[in-house]
């Protein structure tokens, strides 16, 4: 047993000099510029244009939910104009990034731990670093750097549709006008709630970005080291967020 | 010249490679054969770096590969043009992208990528698939492409990983044909790697057979041919004894 214990203790400190050792010859990369840059936009599409429908399908529903959720706490305690207050606050402190966050793992975190897991175990890594590139430069950085720009685009996106649909379900079902939802919406609002709830997705932007080409990288086997890689991104990216999302909150509000 | 020094490489506790000592002469094609599993591909990568060896190295143009930073491997990568099993061709890319890509690594105008792209498929009897992507090509056309996409770079050496396994007789032999043709018309140094014998006697000036992790014979196709000794007579006739 104690054996047990210090192989798995050795391992997971491997795993950490593993993980230290890719960030740093990623951010050795970032002096690359002329092999990443020309493929930041095509990622940036990639991630963000292709994105924008799930994110935003997801906060548009839970516009809706948000405001008949509240309008059913706050019934006969607190006015309904709350309701706007609910909406806006949650959407831009938490739901927003957080949603959209674990719905991204799922796209974006699984799509590239697979499609650079297929990669290596069909020697294409090993074909570029042949040809003379560095596969940091060519293949992590790009993808690294759009999600991390791109994700708080699409979480802008997905707020403001989020805010609008709670809106709309405001006029239609709770008998709530609008100058009364826009006074709940000003209500409390402070400029930090937009770019606390943009910072908090850049950074889940990086780290699904960066989950996904580790674990892409490190696949070995056939298409099942794929398949394996693939659900590890999508596990240790939504862990990852749920833990950033803890500490943005304990560190910035 | 190649020098395989004295090279170790294991992995997860299993040795591969014990004691590899091999030359590769300027202008000569070698062919490395071998049972599965004895370490032919793992030897060719250590060439390029692909692969740290566990103990000695491999001298490329005087230089220790195993200790080359990553600018003078990238150096080194530039001269060797690297043929994979499976081609190792890039799925999203065309053809002709395939063949572009190490090119413009190394900076050149974009008619002269053009015209060695053309050339190259020219020369692997390509000409015309530039436009169309891996997944729409045979295994021999895609073996064809990953030749043409090492000698589209004009490397001083050519490295084949099993060139021709997993393809029809007359597909192997086009192929052998292929990289008699590239050493011809371009004078590279080339090591290959199989456990085709008659790919090996059509392509190799010289043929060494790797067992239990070093060489265990090396010498011309005729010396190979005519060899007394029975671990490396035992495999190039495939007797199951």
């Given at each position: 047993?104690?054996?047990?214990?210090?192989?798995?203790?050795?391992?997971?400190?491997?795993?950490v000099?593993?993980?230290?050792?890719?960030?740093?010859?990623?951010?050795?990369?970032?002096?690359?510029?002329?092999?990443?840059?020309r493929?930041?936009?095509?990622?940036?599409?990639?991630?963000?244009?292709?994105?924008?429908?799930?994110?935003?399908?997801?906060?548009?529903?839970?516009?809706?939910?948000?405001?008949?959720?509240?309008?059913?706490?706050?019934?006969?305690?607190?006015?309904?104009?709350?309701?706007?207050?609910?909406?806006?606050?949650?959407?831009?402190?938490?739901?927003?990034?957080?949603?959209?966050?674990?719905?991204?793992?799922?796209?974006?975190?699984?799509s590239?731990?697979?499609?650079?897991?297929?990669?290596?175990?069909?020697?294409?890594?090993?074909?570029?670093?042949?040809?003379?590139?560095?596969?940091?430069?060519?293949?992590?950085?790009?993808?690294?750097?759009?999600?991390t720009l791109?994700?708080?685009?699409?979480?802008?996106?997905?707020?403001?549709?989020?805010?609008?649909?709670?809106?709309?379900?405001?006029?239609?079902?709770?008998?709530?006008?609008?100058?009364?939802?826009?006074k709940?919406l000003?209500?409390?609002?402070?400029?930090?709630?937009?770019?606390?709830?943009?910072?908090?997705?850049?950074?889940?932007?990086?780290?699904?970005?960066?989950?996904?080409?580790?674990?892409?990288?490190?696949?070995r086997?056939?298409?099942?080291?794929?398949?394996?890689?693939?659900?590890?991104?999508?596990?240790?990216?939504?862990?990852?967020?749920?833990?950033?999302?803890?500490?943005?909150?304990?560190?910035?509000? | 010249?190649?020098?395989?020094?004295?090279?170790?490489?294991?992995?997860?506790?299993?040795?591969?490679?014990?004691?590899?000592?091999?030359r590769?002469?300027?202008?000569?094609?070698?062919?490395?054969?071998?049972?599965?599993?004895?370490?032919?591909?793992?030897?060719l990568?250590?060439?390029?770096?692909?692969?740290?060896?566990?103990?000695?190295?491999?001298?490329?143009?005087?230089?220790?590969?195993?200790?080359?930073?990553?600018?003078?491997?990238?150096?080194?990568?530039?001269?060797?043009?690297?043929?994979?099993?499976?081609?190792?061709?890039?799925?999203?890319?065309?053809?002709?992208e395939?063949?572009?890509?190490?090119?413009?690594?190394?900076?050149?105008?974009?008619?002269?990528?053009?015209?060695?792209?053309?050339?190259?498929?020219?020369?692997?009897?390509?000409?015309?698939?530039?436009?169309?992507?891996?997944?729409?090509?045979?295994?021999?056309?895609?073996k064809?492409?990953?030749?043409?996409?090492?000698?589209?770079?004009?490397?001083?050496?050519?490295?084949?990983?099993?060139?021709?396994?997993?393809?029809?007789?007359?597909?192997?032999?086009?192929?052998d044909?292929?990289?008699?043709?590239?050493?011809?018309?371009?004078?590279?140094?080339?090591?290959?790697v199989?456990?085709?014998?008659?790919?090996?006697?059509t392509?190799?000036?010289?043929?060494?057979?790797?067992?239990?992790?070093?060489?265990?014979?090396?010498?011309?196709?005729?010396?190979?041919?005519?060899?007394?000794?029975?671990?490396?007579?035992?495999?190039?006739?495939?007797?199951a004894?």
């Amino acid at each position: 047993m104690i054996q047990a214990i210090g192989r798995r203790s050795i391992s997971a400190i491997e795993s950490v000099g593993r993980v230290g050792q890719f960030v740093m010859d990623m951010t050795r990369a970032l002096t690359d510029v002329g092999t990443w840059a020309r493929l930041v936009v095509g990622q940036m599409r990639r991630i963000g244009v292709d994105s924008l429908p799930v994110a935003l399908f997801i906060a548009a529903f839970t516009g809706v939910v948000l405001a008949l959720q509240a309008s059913y706490t706050f019934t006969g305690a607190v006015p309904l104009y709350f309701v706007g207050t609910l909406v806006g606050k949650t959407m831009m402190l938490e739901l927003g990034p957080v949603l959209t966050g674990l719905a991204l793992a799922g796209r974006v975190g699984a799509s590239m731990a697979a499609e650079l897991g297929t990669m290596k175990v069909t020697e294409q890594v090993d074909a570029l670093e042949t040809l003379a590139y560095d596969p940091q430069s060519y293949l992590v950085v790009p993808r690294v750097i759009a999600a991390t720009l791109m994700f708080p685009v699409i979480v802008a996106f997905s707020i403001a549709v989020g805010i609008i649909t709670g809106w709309l379900t405001s006029l239609a079902l709770l008998d709530l006008s609008t100058p009364d939802f826009i006074k709940g919406l000003k209500l409390f609002y402070v400029s930090k709630d937009v770019w606390f709830g943009l910072l908090k997705s850049a950074s889940f932007g990086f780290t699904i970005a960066l989950v996904g080409c580790i674990v892409g990288l490190g696949t070995r086997g056939g298409a099942e080291g794929v398949g394996r890689s693939t659900t590890r991104a999508v596990v240790y990216s939504a862990i990852l967020i749920l833990v950033l999302d803890a500490f943005w909150a304990v560190v910035l509000l | 010249m190649i020098e395989f020094q004295d090279l170790y490489k294991g992995f997860d506790g299993k040795a591969v490679l014990q004691g590899l000592s091999l030359r590769i002469r300027d202008g000569e094609t070698v062919v490395i054969i071998g049972y599965s599993g004895t370490g032919k591909s793992v030897a060719l990568k250590h060439i390029v770096g692909l692969l740290q060896p566990d103990a000695g190295d491999v001298i490329v143009d005087g230089q220790a590969v195993g200790t080359l930073d990553k600018g003078d491997l990238t150096l080194l990568r530039e001269g060797i043009g690297y043929v994979f099993q499976f081609a190792a061709l890039f799925d999203s890319m065309t053809v002709a992208e395939n063949l572009a890509l190490g090119l413009r690594r190394r900076r050149l105008a974009d008619e002269e990528i053009e015209d060695r792209v053309r050339e190259a498929l020219a020369l692997v009897d390509l000409s015309g698939t530039g436009d169309r992507l891996p997944a729409e090509l045979s295994g021999g056309m895609r073996k064809r492409v990953g030749i043409a996409r090492a000698i589209a770079l004009r490397p001083r050496y050519i490295l084949y990983d099993e060139p021709t396994t997993g393809l029809d007789p007359v597909t192997s032999a086009v192929i052998d044909r292929l990289m008699v043709r590239t050493r011809e018309h371009l004078g590279v140094t080339g090591v290959v790697v199989t456990h085709d014998m008659r790919s090996a006697y059509t392509v190799g000036d010289r043929i060494a057979m790797l067992y239990e992790g070093r060489v265990r014979q090396v010498g011309s196709v005729a010396e190979i041919q005519e060899t007394e000794d029975p671990v490396v007579r035992q495999f190039i006739e495939g007797r199951a004894e």
